[in-house]
């Protein structure tokens, strides 16, 4: 079950199956649950956290809840230091209470967004909160 303020941002996402989602600062993986569920078999969520203990926690939750690692897997590490790698573009990406998005670490928010913008595929979209829910973030193209 989520929050009515989680249940409100996951609602705003532009979701459609088969989309890949990165979830930034998932922390327990509530919503990153939700939105595997919507995105359907053949979509892909990460949630990527700074807190190690999260992101145990939401493994064993999403495994616990049938949602296997090839549709919902999670990752530690701060946005700002988040290598795509071999992996496929995501389409979508949000955070919900982020510092490094929301200016409560102004010293990060370059880094992240630049992050965020190599990890989505051309034409991707960033959302965070602070809108009504969420606010759609514009991305370098440069990256």
Do not use: K, N
């Amino acid at each position: 079950m989520l929050s009515p303020r989680l249940a409100a941002a996951v609602d705003a996402l532009p979701l459609t199956p088969g989309l890949r989602v990165l979830e930034i600062g998932c922390g327990p993986g509530a919503a990153a649950r939700e939105v595997a569920r919507r995105v359907g078999p053949d979509g892909f969520v990460l949630g990527i956290d700074r807190s190690s203990r999260a992101v145990s926690a939401a493994r064993r939750t999403a495994l616990a809840d049938g949602l296997r690692p090839d549709r919902l897997d999670f990752e530690c590490g701060a946005i700002e230091d988040f290598v795509l790698g071999d992996r496929i573009p995501f389409d979508v990406a949000f955070a919900l209470r982020v510092g490094a998005l929301d200016g409560r670490h102004p010293e990060l928010y370059d880094a992240a967004v630049q992050a965020v913008a190599r990890a989505l595929r051309p034409g991707g979209e960033l959302f965070v909160d602070g809108g009504g829910p969420l606010r759609r973030l514009g991305l370098p193209t440069d990256h």
